[in-house]
C-alpha cells in the first residue's frame, strides 16, 4: 500500500495530479521535462509550493495563473477553461448577471480547453464557481 505522499514545504497530504494539467499551468516547461514520474498538488493556502514531482517543486511564481485556493484576491482565475477572475464575477454580478452563462455572454467568453486541463486541480469548476457566485451575490 502507498503511503500518504507530504508537501515537503509544508507537510500537509497532497492530492494526485495529471502531469497534463501542471504542463498547462507552468509559465516555462523545463522545469517539467527535468522529472519523469508523478505529480502532486499542495492545497494549503499559506503553502507557496503549488505541484511537487520528486525533487521538483513548482511554486505560486512558477504557474501562469494566479490559483483559487491558494489567493483570496479578486485577481484569482475561478473558471479557468473560461477565463473568468473573481474581479469579472463581481463585476458580472453588478450588471445584474446570476449564471455562469449570463457571465460568458457579457464577457464573449470562448471556450479554450477542458477543465481536465486548464484547471489547476485537473477537474471541472462548476461547485467552486457557484459557490463563489453565490457568496458574490449574497
Ligand atoms: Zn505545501
Do not use: H
Not at 9 to 30: A, F, H, M, Y
Not at 84 to 108: H, N, P, Q, W, Y
Amino acid at each position: 500500500m502507498k503511503g500518504i505522499k507530504i508537501c515537503p514545504d509544508c507537510g500537509q497530504p497532497t492530492l494526485k495530479i495529471k502531469e497534463n494539467t501542471v504542463r498547462n499551468l507552468v509559465k516555462s516547461s523545463d522545469k517539467i521535462n527535468q522529472t519523469k514520474g508523478k505529480w502532486q498538488l499542495c492545497v494549503d493556502k499559506e503553502c507557496e509550493t503549488v505541484y511537487i514531482s520528486g525533487e521538483s517543486n513548482l511554486k505560486k511564481d512558477d504557474l501562469k495563473y494566479s490559483l483559487f485556493f491558494k489567493d483570496n484576491s479578486d485577481n484569482a482565475i475561478i473558471c479557468y477553461c473560461y477565463d473568468i477572475s473573481r474581479a469579472e464575477m463581481k463585476s458580472a454580478v453588478e450588471k445584474g448577471c446570476r449564471t455562469k452563462g449570463d457571465i460568458c455572454k457579457l464577457f464573449k467568453k470562448k471556450k479554450s480547453g477542458s477543465c481536465e486541463t486548464s484547471n489547476p486541480l485537473g477537474k471541472s469548476c462548476s461547485e467552486v464557481f457557484k459557490f463563489e457566485l453565490n457568496k458574490i451575490m449574497k
